[in-house]
């Protein structure tokens, strides 16, 4: 397998699972699935020579750590340390290390409390440490990277499936409105001077570019642009009672009305306008927002 072929699976698009709920799932199964294992695979003579516990009371302790350890990984350290746009832009890579980096936790959590709780601890003590971490990752990542191809996969074609119907349903409904009556409004700047005459149903989409947006409009089947300072966020507050224009993206206001065309899945979704040579994107959080807006009758 070549290096470039690896370096694009590692960095294909990937979605960012991970919730609470689905935390305190994974974490409830893989604990109650340590603790059996132990309580099959570790002899109670070896249980009572080396630990001061108990054999259940040292299972259910290993369950535990197991519980706590995926807890940190999978929802302290992200709600800590993960920016937005790094679960925005997960890849097939960083879910990779993600597991690589929960099975080592999960290795040095299990192999700490051994440690506090072996009644003499013989031998190199550090040496026996790392070898029992690596030991563990080296079962556990094999399978844990195969869950994540066979996972991509499955998703990618339930995505591309979902999102191909609802591509062809949307475009059905896709309204045009040439022949509709202009209305205009009036939208202050930051500039004192500058006001934005603002054709709502020529209106196509908004672009963030820092303190300045574009403002992409079609009139006479001509396109044009023009900057205005003025951030995205109050472009977006001032168009609020008109259901059809959404942010699509932190950096996108768009009329859904002038959609010409949808390209894409649910991981990578993008829209186009008649005579706009660039695609306008819809983030992964903005998707379900983007859809609901179909919803509304009339739009």
């Known amino acids: 397998m070549s290096r470039h072929y690896i370096a694009k699976i590692i960095h294909k698009p990937y979605p960012y699972l991970f919730h609470l709920k689905r935390n305190l799932i994974i974490a409830f199964v893989l604990g109650i699935l340590i603790c059996i294992v132990n309580v099959l695979a570790v002899d109670q003579n070896y249980v009572d020579i080396n630990f001061v516990f108990s054999k259940p ?81 080296l079962l556990g990542i094999a399978p844990a990277f195969l869950l994540v191809w066979l996972n991509y ?34 939208i202050q700047t930051s500039n004192k001077n500058e006001v934005i005459e603002l054709d709502i ?59 010409n065309a949808t390209t894409g899945n649910a991981r990578n979704y993008r829209i186009s306008f008649e005579g706009v040579p660039h695609e306008v994107p819809v983030s992964r959080n903005k998707f379900q927002t983007f859809k609901d807006a179909f919803t509304i009758k009339k739009v």
């Open 57 to 137: 009371f040292l299972c259910t302790l290993a369950g535990l750590m197991t519980f706590f350890s995926i807890l940190l990984v999978l929802e302290v350290i992200p709600r800590i340390f993960f920016k937005p746009d790094l679960k925005e832009n997960w890849t097939v890579g960083k879910e990779c290390l993600l597991i690589v980096s929960l099975l080592f936790v999960i290795a040095i959590f299990n192999n700490t409390l051994s440690l506090m709780i072996s009644k003499e601890p013989s031998g190199n003590v550090l040496l026996h440490f790392l070898n029992s971490s690596f030991y563990v990752v």
């Open 153 to 186: 996969t499955i998703l990618l074609k339930e995505n591309l499936k979902k999102v191909s119907l609802y591509n062809e349903q949307l475009e059905s409904r896709i309204i045009h409105n040439e022949n509709e009556i202009s209305e205009i409004i009036s």
């Open 201 to 259: 149903n020529g209106f196509l989409f908004a672009k963030s570019e820092g303190n300045y947006i574009d403002v992409y409009t079609k009139t006479l089947g001509k396109v044009k642009w023009k900057p205005y300072r003025l951030t995205i966020q109050k472009f977006e507050e001032v168009l609020g009672d008109y259901p059809f224009i959404i942010s699509t993206h932190r950096s996108y206001v768009v009329n859904i009305r002038n959609i």
